[in-house]
């Protein structure tokens, strides 16, 4: 049997880069996919110099059709995803509803989408992780609105059309009366740890795990210089949930391999 799979969206800089280098070093075959073809190359490129089994594919997870396609290519292949790290995000300037609406659609419906694509070459055992952060903390939230993400009967279609009213209330501009955060980002962060609530109970039979993992303020093109931490010490935990064994948790939040509130 040849090594495992792993699959990582956004991931030709930054953090994806790095879990990308981490997950080849403990000996997965990994596919480096980003939205820009040529940069994702260049960065597979880099790691595959290092003697690490990478290799790059494009994938825009904001695009149904990239979506689409890049399911398909994995099903023509005829091999088990094992893992599969949703890290594709975006963090975009201004605020309105314009912006709130590409934010969701790719560190939200987007990472949803993926992982519907991925989900026919996800075997028993499979593991996918959400890359969430601490910004997607619930205290921003209105109680009213708390409550409603974290409603137990919560399912996608509910999910999809609260999210939906955030960016209706932003085009009114009635947000705020309304008990939602000012920062599209935060909102999309609050989606994706409630998305994995939602969508790990439907899989715990088929034996895959889905979590979400806040790598903390990192060092990167988003996080900054002044950030304190390094790419690798964000990856780490990431990874350590791309990892788990098949009795590991399933349906929760991590950051560095502990379980916390949102």
């Keep these: 049997m040849g090594s495992e799979l792993a699959v990582v969206t956004g991931a030709n800089r930054g953090i994806g880069l ?3 280098r981490q997950l080849a070093q403990r000996g997965m075959r990994v596919l480096l996919t980003s939205r820009d073809a040529q940069r994702g190359q260049q960065a597979a ?6 003697g690490l089994a990478v290799e790059a594919r494009q994938l825009d997870v904001a695009d149904p059709a990239s979506v689409s396609s890049f399911g398909r290519a994995l099903a023509d292949a005829g ?3 094992h893992v599969l790290v ?7 300037d201004g605020f309105d509803a314009g912006v709130a609406e590409r934010t969701l659609a790719t560190n939200t419906f987007g990472a949803a989408a993926v992982t519907d694509a991925v989900l026919p070459v996800l075997p028993r055992g499979g593991r996918v992780v959400m890359v969430s952060s601490g910004m997607g903390s619930l205290s921003a939230f209105s109680e009213a609105l708390r409550a409603r993400f ?5 399912d996608r279609a509910g999910l ?3 999210l939906g009213e955030f960016v209706e209330a932003v085009r009114r501009g009635d947000h705020r009366r309304q008990g939602w955060p000012g920062n599209a980002y935060s909102v999309s962060k609050a989606g994706i740890n409630a998305l994995v609530r939602v969508v790990a109970p439907s899989l715990r039979d088929r034996g895959v795990l889905v979590n979400a993992v ?3 303020w990192v060092r990167s093109d988003m996080g900054g210089r002044g950030a304190p931490r390094s790419l690798q010490e964000g990856a780490s935990g990431i990874v350590w ?3 788990l064994g098949t009795d590991g948790p399933t349906g929760s939040i991590f950051r560095d391999g502990r379980r916390i509130d949102w």
């Excluded at 949703?86 to 975009?92: E, K, R």
């Excluded at 974290?150 to 919560?154: F, I, N």
């Design 18 to 20: 790095e879990v990308c």
């Design 160 to 162: 999809e059309a609260l």
């Design 214 to 216: 806040c790598p903390g």
């Design 79 to 81: 091999e088990p995803v």
């Design 45 to 50: 490129e880099r790691l595959a110099g290092q």
């Design 86 to 92: 949703n890290n594709a995000g975006v963090s975009l």
């Design 150 to 154: 974290l409603d137990p009967d919560l």
């Design 241 to 243: 949930a791309a990892t």
